[in-house]
């Protein structure tokens, strides 16, 4: 259940469009592909990797937001705007069986799009942590929540 690497983190903004233009002309970032999530998103690459991923925060945030992320803060401006640490992890089966030997809560999601499969856990500082498998650990697993088969919720 080895860690890889630290792989992104996730800002929850009041106005994703000009952080988004913030971190791309003040720092470089580059705006690249992302899940077709259903709420608005940007993944923002330093080179080929996704280190920034933006979304909506506060109190209007969308019903596929809360049904797939949840939030932890309504805070737009602070630290209170991370809403969680993601790392690239191995053994998926091995993981859920230490976290289930601990006692320690975890969701699953999945997003099919990335070959992803997702467990969210919580820190004791309450800090979500996502860790990211490789879907082809799965091994009749099936997510509680699927990013594909969420509503559309995306603005015209």
Known sequence: MPLAFMEHFLLQAEDIEATKDWYVNVLGLQV??????????????????DVLHLTQGGAKVTENRMKYLGQESQAVRGSGVIDHVAFRATGLEEMIAHLDKLGVGYKERQVNDQGLYQLFVFDPNGVKVELNFSASEVKGRRAGIMASELADQTPN
Request: charged residues 20%.
């Open 32 to 49: 690249g592909p992302h899940p077709d999530f259903k709420f608005p998103v940007y993944w923002l690459y330093l080179g080929d990797r």
